[in-house]
């Protein structure tokens, strides 16, 4: 099983509709997860961050955790074309103090318009 | 600007040569990262340092060597060694090494081979 998994898609929905972006995770004892945004080309975007089982809320994104079930997941609210990107879905795995940044090997979503 | 700064954009390299990536930052971070990302896969660690003239292997540092000599540095070289260097390569940076703290990425080296 690898440590950081994610549906490669390509995951399409219309404009305006709500995008869910899923990650499941191997490592009980991870405390923080990511998720970066990556347009064709470029470098990660960190997007947002959680710690606490619950919702975290930033503008059209909210990023959801679920340590008892090891998931994580991402929506988009009223996806716009320019979200059309890979999303990667990030896992810190505990090792002492630090504990090393893991990656899912991404979804790619496409926003129609 | 505070930010990372990655160099070349673009890096080819001969057989046999041993070609280095640059990676400067002005953010005060303690710690940087090197990932290695090939087409369709996520971000493989290489190498990482949470703080001057220390550093760790990540999961894929053969062929790879780094140094930490200034705070703001961290170049990769990309050693003869490594058969198969063709890839994007990032650097990252944290404002220090603890578990949940984001890192943050330059924009990133291709390095092909010639």
């Known amino acids: 099983q690898k440590e950081v998994e994610q549906n490669s898609g390509p995951l399409s929905v219309p404009e305006g509709a709500i995008a869910s972006l899923n990650c499941t995770y191997s490592d009980r004892g991870s405390q923080s997860f990511f998720w970066y945004r990556q347009y064709s080309g470029k470098s990660p975007e960190l997007i947002m961050f959680i710690y606490s089982n619950g919702d975290k809320e930033d503008g059209r994104f909210t990023a959801q955790l679920n340590k008892a079930s090891q998931y994580v997941s991402l929506l988009i609210r009223d996806s716009q074309p320019s979200d059309s990107a890979t999303y990667l879905c990030a896992v810190n795995i505990p090792s002492g103090n630090t504990g090393k940044l893991i990656f899912g090997q991404g979804t790619t979503l496409q926003v129609k318009p | 600007d505070g930010g990372i700064t990655q160099s070349p954009k673009y890096l080819f390299r001969k057989e046999g040569q041993n070609v280095t990536l640059s990676c400067e930052q002005n953010?005060?971070?303690?710690?940087m990262y090197w990932y290695r990302q090939d087409p369709g896969q996520g971000l493989r660690l290489i190498y990482y340092?949470?703080?001057?003239?220390?550093?760790q292997k990540g999961d894929i540092a053969e062929g790879y060597s780094v140094s930490r000599e200034k705070k703001e540095s961290f170049p990769l070289t990309v050693t003869s060694a490594q058969k198969n260097p063709t890839a994007f390569y990032l650097c990252?940076?944290?404002?220090?090494?603890?578990?949940?703290?984001?890192?943050?990425f330059g924009d990133g080296t291709r390095l092909s081979i010639l």
């Open positions: 953010l005060n971070h303690d710690a």
């Open positions: 990252a940076s944290s404002i220090s090494p603890t578990r949940l703290q984001p890192q943050h």
């Open positions: 340092s949470q703080i001057v003239n220390d550093f």
